[in-house]
């Protein structure tokens, strides 16, 4: 059971090059999540997608483009990387969005240096 | 911005001893999460406590809540090196986006 599934695992970028970091998740979820993890930042919300074809903005979304693939991707597109964008990238995914009290689980990051 | 607010930053302990973190968080929730994160890795759920709740127990972990003081306690008892790693607590207002806190830092040594 992988759960949610993130690659690559570490990339490194120059200044003005593109990338999309692919997020898979086996669990069925309806919602998924994209995160930027910074030395003493805690983690901020990028984009957030309710449930497949719906995409919304989070806390720090300027700078990136996300595709709800289906209801098991969601991609995270950079579309000229910046130093900083450098940073450890999260996806989530949760049974349910809205009011319910549903946890959200992780995959393992995507480590990203930009140049 | 962050809403919820960990202390400590960061907190030594030995084996065996219990290990108390807070969080204190700004504005009204519907539920408040911690999660633990083991060093280069994703976060794991620990315990969810709704704002209807006070307290909540998972194996060696008690988690309560105070909405009055918008504050919420972790405590692992009989701690172990395993439970070595960064815990974060995350509020949950209006839809069921978490926000997070910084975190602390808690190291269980031999």
């Known amino acids: 059971n992988a759960g949610v599934t993130q690659t690559p695992k570490f990339q490194v970028l120059k200044t003005g090059q593109s990338m999309t970091l692919q997020c898979a998740q086996d669990m069925n979820h309806n919602s998924m999540y994209w995160y930027r993890q910074d030395p003493g930042m805690g983690l901020r919300l990028i984009y957030y997608s309710a449930s497949e074809g719906t995409t919304d903005k989070g806390e720090v979304p300027n700078g990136y483009n996300v595709s709800r693939l289906n209801k098991r991707e969601f991609s995270l597109r950079l579309e000229s990387a910046a130093p900083s964008q450098t940073s450890v990238y999260f996806c989530?995914?949760?049974?349910?969005?809205?009011?319910?009290?549903?946890?959200?689980?992780f995959g393992d990051g995507t480590r990203l240096s930009i140049l | 911005s962050q809403q919820g607010e960990e202390d400590p930053q960061a907190l030594s302990i030995q084996e065996g001893e219990n290990a108390t973190m807070n969080c204190s968080y700004k504005?009204?929730?519907?539920?408040l999460q911690w999660y633990r994160q083991n060093s280069g890795r994703g976060l794991v759920h620990l315990i969810l406590?709704?704002?209807?709740?006070r307290e909540k127990h998972s194996g060696r972990l008690r988690v309560t809540l105070d909405t009055s003081k918008k504050s919420s306690s972790l405590l692992i008892t009989a701690s172990r090196a395993a439970d070595t790693a960064s815990y974060f607590c995350a509020t949950v207002t209006g839809y069921s986006t978490l926000t997070f806190g910084k975190g602390t830092m808690l190291l269980v040594s031999p």
């Open positions: 406590i709704r704002s209807n709740e």
């Open positions: 504005t009204s929730i519907n539920n």
């Open positions: 989530a995914s949760s049974e349910s969005g809205g009011r319910s009290n549903q946890p959200q689980h």
